[in-house]
């Protein structure tokens, strides 16, 4: 069964940087698309980044555009997120998921993965 487990999160400071990893099992990443997802208190689910499955694809949320970068290494069956010049409003609970894609969805916000991991907490606070 595919297993997501995501890490990498924790305490910043604004302006810093965290990278968050997603590692998977049960299945090779070689035909999956991930995205990046992330929750704060309160607020609807945004997404905020996909991968495409041979990485030859991204996007990105409007307001990460520039500061967040996805990657992956498929040969390590992991994708990343790096943050860079976190802002407090990128505090929230973010999640990776996998689903058998090709390419990222049009409307990733919509897209129906089907496969999450449990999340890892990002905190942004002086």
């Known amino acids: 069964q595919l297993q997501l487990v995501e890490s990498g999160g924790g305490l910043v400071q604004p302006g810093g940087s965290l990278r968050l990893s997603c590692a998977i099992s049960g299945f090779t990443l070689d035909y999956y698309g991930i995205g990046w997802f992330r929750q704060a208190p309160g607020k609807e689910r945004e997404a905020v980044s996909c991968?495409?499955?041979?990485?030859?694809?991204?996007n990105y949320a409007e307001s990460v555009k520039g500061r967040f970068t996805i990657s992956r290494d498929n040969a390590k069956n992991t994708v990343y997120l790096q943050m860079n010049s976190l802002r407090p409003e990128d505090t929230a609970v973010y999640y990776c998921?996998?689903?058998?894609?090709?390419?990222?969805?049009?409307?990733?916000?919509?897209?129906?993965?089907?496969?999450w991991g449990q999340g890892t907490q990002v905190t942004v606070s002086s």
């Open positions: 998921a996998a689903d058998y894609l090709g390419g990222c969805p049009r409307r990733l916000q919509l897209h129906p993965f089907a496969y």
């Open positions: 991968i495409s499955s041979s990485g030859g694809s991204t």
